[in-house]
């Protein structure tokens, strides 16, 4: 690992990294975040393993500006508004991904949302122009320790497992962005954050919070354990080691039972990176007509396996009454 000021050489360097799916720590200006290309699979999976993380929490694409973030989501006047007012800055939007969105399935854990924003530091804004793609990023801290918001503390925090933390001195705002919530009819505050409820609301009228809905979606929106997640529709056998034949197996390792009508495996070679990777276009391309059941064989409960299995366990809580629980 290396702490370099970011000069134009820096981030170049620094660009280059993130485009071969390495990470790189850089400076906001609410908090450092540990940045990967949000288009890469095997580099997001790269940035849950980096910070430790037992659960794939779904993380923010960094872009230049509202023209970039019209490719990825489906915009509306609402974000056209609030982008006017707060872009560049510490607001983060929640919008329905756009069809074809090059965003990784992982980087939203799933979702068919995308939490997008245009961070104003001029270092990230550099490395974004640089790197030429949205730049997936959560906070530069290991999973537990609170955000950084200087390079020394990123260095202490994830220095052995990044190869270039970019030092653009102190973090102004010094805390995270504000999260909103777009995807809704009615707009949800789903973090406080540097963007203040009331600035917000002087530029779109009254916003809903995520605790004051009783038992609505917006209950299980908010961050930690009652997050939303992805679940699909069939129903989900897990540690299953035969299988039927109107099931689709998700299988990891080697050695595969064969009998299923239709099989993807997350990773023949049982490297949990990969099976991270593939891990949300499996299950979706499983989840279809025709198929009764969704089989999954055993993974491991190391590394990465902790957040594929959190995510799997959810899935299969849900047992096919609904997306959310
Ligand atoms: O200031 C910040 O936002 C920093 C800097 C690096 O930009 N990033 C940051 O990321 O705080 P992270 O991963 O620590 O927090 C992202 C927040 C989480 O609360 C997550 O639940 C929420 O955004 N989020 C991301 N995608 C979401 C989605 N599709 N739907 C709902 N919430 C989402
Ligand atoms: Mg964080």
């Not at 916003?207 to 009783?214: K, T, V």
């Not at 594929?308 to 366990?313: E, G, K």
């Amino acid at each position: 690992m290396k702490v370099v000021e970011p000069t134009a050489q820096s981030v170049a360097e620094a660009a280059t990294l993130l485009r071969d799916g390495k990470l790189v720590a850089f400076p906001t200006e609410t908090v450092y975040g540990l940045g990967g290309d949000a288009t890469n699979e095997r580099a997001v999976a790269a940035i849950f393993d980096a910070k430790g993380r037992p659960q794939f929490n779904p993380l923010i694409s960094h872009v230049l500006d509202a023209a970039a973030a019209r490719q990825f989501v489906r915009w509306n006047e609402t974000a056209e508004k609030l982008a006017a007012r707060f872009w560049p800055g510490p607001l983060t939007l929640v919008l329905p991904r756009s069809k074809g969105s090059p965003i990784s399935l992982l980087a939203t854990a799933g979702l068919d949302t995308v939490a997008i924003r245009a961070p104003s530091h001029p270092m990230a804004q550099a490395l974004i122009r640089a790197a030429g793609r949205p730049v997936a990023a959560p906070s530069a801290n290991r999973s537990g320790a609170i955000s950084p918001t200087r390079a020394e503390h990123v260095a202490e925090s994830l220095g052995d497992k990044v190869p270039m933390i970019l030092d653009g001195g102190p973090c102004l705002v010094g805390v995270e962005s504000t999260v909103l919530d777009l995807s809704t009819a009615t707009p949800i505050l789903l973090r406080p954050g540097g963007a203040t409820r009331e600035s917000i609301e002087a530029v779109i009228g009254p916003i809903a919070l995520s605790d004051a809905i009783p038992n609505g979606e917006a209950a299980h929106k908010s961050p930690g354990q009652m997050q939303s997640h992805y679940a699909p529709e069939r129903p989900v056998r897990l540690e299953a080691i035969s299988v039927a034949a109107d099931e689709g197996l998700l299988a990891f390792g080697p050695t595969v039972p064969t009998g299923a009508m239709l099989t993807y495996n997350l990773s023949p070679t049982a490297d949990l990176g990969e099976a991270a990777a593939n891990l949300f276009s499996m299950l979706r391309a499983l989840d279809r007509p025709g198929i009764g059941r969704i089989a999954v064989m055993p993974i491991p409960q190391t590394g990465l396996g902790l957040a594929i299995n959190d995510r799997l366990r959810r899935a299969a809580a849900d047992d096919g009454t609904g997306r959310h629980g």
